[in-house]
């Protein structure tokens, strides 16, 4: 089936690093969806992205979708304690089905 | 919790044994799914529904089934016939049933196959 490749699997920073995950796939994307989730808890929506090319902001997060629609990457400014948890990207390849990446798993050194 | 409700929130079974969890919604929203997601692993869809009395396999159905005779309730059940159950268990709705639409999760249930 169709997959889309999440990297890394883990990443440990120092509080105020700033971290990226990153999601690849071979086949052009529909669109691409945003999740966290915090440890013991369940994914919660953060973003969509649609179009080639798109950026978007919140506050130090910024999500960007590559000029084919074939990769997508989460940018985290300055990491803080808060920002602990999996981040996961949700793919379509045009049908109503999301694939799930296997997900970033952040640990913040305070 | 997204407005999805999951129970319980763990589960113990023996083996050979059928379970069903329960995933109920509040929000009138079409479109309900089933997750599984096993430690370090990312979410895989197991069946999803976009209307009452309707419902699609996802990409691990065997070993599972589901129903949706009402708009609000979507359970699933874990048949003997699934070869390695235990694993945290994720309910989600949609607005609508197109990918475009976000999925807003409930609280999971863990079960655990002894």
């Known amino acids: 089936g169709q997959q889309v490749m999440q990297i890394p699997q883990y990443q440990h920073v120092q509080e105020g690093e700033d971290f990226t995950t990153y999601c690849n796939s071979s086949t052009t994307l529909s669109n691409i969806q945003w999740y966290k989730q915090r440890p013991g808890g369940h994914p919660v929506f953060l973003i969509q992205?649609?179009?080639?090319?798109e950026v978007k902001k919140q506050k130090r997060l910024t999500f960007q979708f590559g000029e084919a629609k074939k990769n997508s990457s989460l940018h985290i400014t300055a990491t803080q304690t808060t920002d602990v948890g999996t981040y996961f990207c949700?793919?379509?390849?045009?049908?109503?089905?999301?694939?799930f990446g296997t997900g970033t798993r952040l640990t913040i050194i305070p | 919790d997204g407005g999805i409700t999951q129970s319980p929130k763990y589960l113990f079974r023996k083996e050979g044994q059928n379970v069903t969890l329960s995933c109920e919604q509040n929000?009138?929203?079409?479109?309900m799914y089933w997750y599984r997601q096993d430690p370090g692993q990312g979410l895989r869809l197991i069946y999803y529904?976009?209307?009452?009395?309707?419902?699609q396999k996802g990409d691990i159905a065997e070993g599972y089934s589901v129903s949706r005779e009402k708009k609000e309730s979507f359970p699933l059940t874990v048949t003997s016939a699934q070869k390695n159950p235990t694993a945290f268990y994720l309910c989600a709705r949609s607005v609508g049933g197109s990918s475009y639409n976000e999925q807003f999760f409930g609280p999971g249930t863990r079960l655990t196959v002894l």
């Open positions: 929000l009138n929203h079409d479109a």
């Open positions: 949700a793919a379509s390849f045009g049908n109503e089905k999301l694939t």
């Open positions: 529904s976009q209307i009452v009395n309707d419902f």
């Open positions: 992205l649609v179009k080639s090319g």
